[in-house]
Nanobody, 121 residues
Framework: QVQLVESGGGLVQPGGSLRLSCAVS????????MGWYCQALGKQRELVSR???????NYADSVKGRFTISRNNAKNTVYLQMNSLKPEDTAVYYC???????????????WGQGTQVTVSS
């Protein structure tokens, strides 16, 4: 069984920073891409950022230059450093990982439970 545990969300003032973490545990053979999605109230879930096992990254245009994704493969953990936060960044942030639980198993996507980020004065 695979578990994704997110942490780091909260309430922050505009211009502030937060760092999200997502630790993956359980039966894991290999983790491929890891990423973060967000879902604001009344909107669809959308990609924020994604990072491959080799470290290649991509970002939504709205967060480029403000957010940085990174990962620690030894700890099976992905991070999202969020700087210069804006009220429009307010959303539930979900961790997403593409992994293989065994050598002969297919790759499967898993989701975290979500962590609330609220940017407000």
């Amino acid at each position: 069984q695979v578990q994704l545990v997110e942490s780091g969300g909260g309430l922050v003032q505009p211009g502030g920073s937060l760092r999200l973490s997502c630790a993956v545990s359980g039966r894991i053979f290999s983790i491929y891409a890891m990423g973060w999605y967000c879902q604001a109230l009344g909107k669809q879930r959308e990609l924020v950022s994604r990072i491959t096992r080799g470290g290649s990254t991509n970002y939504a245009d709205s967060v480029k230059g403000r957010f940085t994704i990174s990962r620690n493969n030894a700890k099976n953990t992905v991070y999202l450093q969020m700087n210069s936060l804006k009220p429009e960044d307010t959303a539930v942030y979900y961790c997403n990982v593409d992994l293989q639980v065994g050598l002969v198993d297919t790759r499967t996507e898993y989701w975290g439970q979500g962590t609330q980020v609220t940017v407000s004065s």
